[in-house]
């Protein structure tokens, strides 16, 4: 037979779910780089193009295309200089996004080709 308790909150649960909130941190796996990251590692477009450029450059590079934690973000973002994209701006608009990422598939089809 179960037992129902019902149970009243107090304030002072309410004021303990307000520091936790003011006082989180995010873990490691969010935590930005520095200045200089780029925001092609936060886009799934971005990041594939990135992960294929280097496993061409290096083919023992411990990095997975179809996934990986933000360990390799460094060796990430040494691949935006290397294929001269530290100067391409976030799309803000839709449009601009469809863009660049359009922009994003014909690099990674010449990174696989070998053309770039």
Same mark, same amino acid.
């Given at each position: 037979?179960?037992?129902?308790?019902?149970?009243?909150?107090?304030?002072?649960?309410?004021?303990?779910?307000?520091?936790?909130?003011?006082?989180?941190?995010?873990?490691?796996?969010?935590?930005?780089?520095?200045?200089?990251?780029?925001?092609?590692?936060?886009?799934?477009?971005?990041?594939?193009?990135?992960?294929? #450029? $280097?496993? !061409?450059?290096?083919?023992?590079?411990?990095?997975? *295309?179809?996934g990986e934690g933000h360990e390799v973000d460094g060796h990430l973002n040494r691949m935006?200089?290397?294929?001269?994209?530290r100067e391409l701006a976030k799309p803000e608009l839709p449009m601009d996004v469809l863009?660049?990422?359009? #922009? $994003?598939? !014909?690099?990674?089809?010449?990174?696989?080709?070998? *053309?770039?």
């Open positions: 037979m179960t037992t129902r308790i019902d149970k009243e909150l107090t304030s002072e649960d309410y004021q303990q779910k307000a520091d936790f909130r003011q006082n989180y941190v995010p873990g490691p796996a969010m935590a930005v780089d520095g200045p200089n990251r780029h925001w092609l590692l936060d886009s799934p477009a971005g990041r594939d193009l990135l992960k294929m #450029k $280097l496993l !061409k450059l290096d083919h023992r590079a411990e990095v997975s *295309l179809w935006v200089d290397e294929l001269n994209l863009k660049v990422n359009f #922009k $994003l598939v !014909k690099m990674m089809a010449a990174v696989q080709f070998g *053309l770039s």
